[in-house]
């Protein structure tokens, strides 16, 4: 009989459509929630993408229904009567109209946790705006170009997107304790926005104690191409002893010596003749070596590769199934109680008889 995971009982309606709620909520699924997933009448638009839709929903059970219909919504509100927490991500307002805002289920369940998670938030001048993972970045400072006329940098993974889904799953449990302890309910504003502005944050460029402002960059901190047409990272900043350690394994013997400051005059040199050593190995050449010499270097790996990398398989975050297809796993580890990824993917059915019922509240 597998262990229970550490929130096995904990029982979660799912009002969320596209990535940040679904992600939100699959990270309480993996940990053992049980998590009702209640599409719009045409079904959540990610099930376009069916491979995505399969990682952000395995093991939910769904179905759709029209909210602005009497009989569906009150299916809907007879669930909450027995649920824990309840996310969202309409518009801000929407949820009131529909019927399922705070204020309409907390007067059904004073207990439950509500979080509503949007892209600006649920009060300021942009609450009514509509926009996507890449108006957040843009707004948050992720993306600010570099550089002068450089145009802004979009990073692949959708990271307002999962940032919030994470900061949203994260506010439950720590609501979720207090509810345990006083039998309080809450209500919770996630703006994806806000999460990653308190990343960035308004720090200007980095200034040296001694020495110039770090706009530039720093030697022995970048990436690099190697002579088969890839490309590693080095994490080379400050610490004397690493730039030590990969001068020497590079054979810029005349550097090994470098203090920092010394190092910074010397940004375009320095990483000109770092990129032209590794640049002579192959990936895996210069992995092996600067790795043995105590370097901090990673392979810029794609993501074909990662089912196969060796440090994400043996963590247990990525697999591959039976059929040789790509897993996926939880990102977090739990000695007691680990979570489970499930494969079951909701099929999209409709109606208020379609609507499924809330499994026992395991405990153990």
């Known amino acids: 009989m597998p262990i229970a995971g550490l929130l096995a009982g904990v029982r979660v309606l799912d009002f969320g459509i596209w990535r940040p709620v679904p992600y939100a909520t699959q990270l309480l699924i993996e940990m053992g929630a049980d998590v009702i997933k209640v599409e719009p009448p045409t079904g959540d638009p990610m099930r376009v993408f069916p491979d995505l839709f399969a990682v952000l929903n395995a093991g939910k059970r769904a179905v759709a229904l029209d909210l602005k219909d009497e009989t569906e919504r009150a299916?809907?509100?007879e669930l909450v009567r027995d649920a824990d927490v309840a996310i969202e991500g309409f518009r801000p307002g929407v949820a009131d109209r529909l019927g399922v805002g705070y204020d309409a289920l907390r007067a059904l369940n004073p207990a439950l946790i509500y979080c509503s998670l949007s892209g600006y938030g649920q009060t300021g001048p942009l609450r009514d705006v509509p926009g996507h993972d890449l108006n957040y970045q843009a707004r948050a400072g992720i993306i600010e170009p570099h550089g002068g006329d450089g145009a802004p940098v979009v990073g692949r993974p959708p990271?307002?997107?999962l940032a919030a889904g994470v900061f949203a799953a994260m506010a439950v449990c720590a609501a979720l304790v207090r509810a345990a302890r006083a039998g309080e309910g809450e209500y919770i504003d996630v703006s994806m926005t806000d999460v990653l502005a308190t990343w960035t944050g308004p720090l200007p460029s980095l200034q040296v104690e001694g020495g110039p402002k770090l706009g530039g960059g720093v030697p022995g901190y970048g990436s690099f191409k190697t002579a088969d047409g890839r490309w590693?990272?080095?994490g080379v900043i400050a610490e004397d002893h690493l730039w030590s350690a990969l001068t020497a394994a590079l054979g810029m013997d005349d550097a090994v010596t470098l203090s920092f400051l010394d190092r910074l005059p010397r940004i375009a040199e320095l990483n000109g003749r770092i990129a032209a050593a590794i640049g002579a190995m192959t990936r895996a050449e210069a992995i092996e070596r600067l790795e043995r010499a105590g370097v901090p270097i990673s392979p810029v790996l794609g993501r074909t590769e990662l089912p196969d990398d060796a440090l994400?398989?043996?963590?247990?975050?990525?697999?591959r199934a039976a059929d040789g297809r790509p897993q996926m796993g939880h990102p977090l580890l739990y000695?007691?109680?680990p979570a489970q990824v499930p494969s079951t993917i909701p099929s999209l059915r409709t109606g208020?008889?379609?609507?499924p019922g809330w499994l026992p509240r395991a405990s153990s």
């Open 312 to 319: 994400l398989q043996a963590r247990g975050v990525m697999t």
């Open 232 to 234: 590693v990272v080095l």
């Open 75 to 77: 299916r809907v509100l």
């Open 159 to 161: 990271i307002a997107d």
């Open 335 to 337: 000695r007691e109680h």
């Open 352 to 355: 208020v008889a379609a609507v």
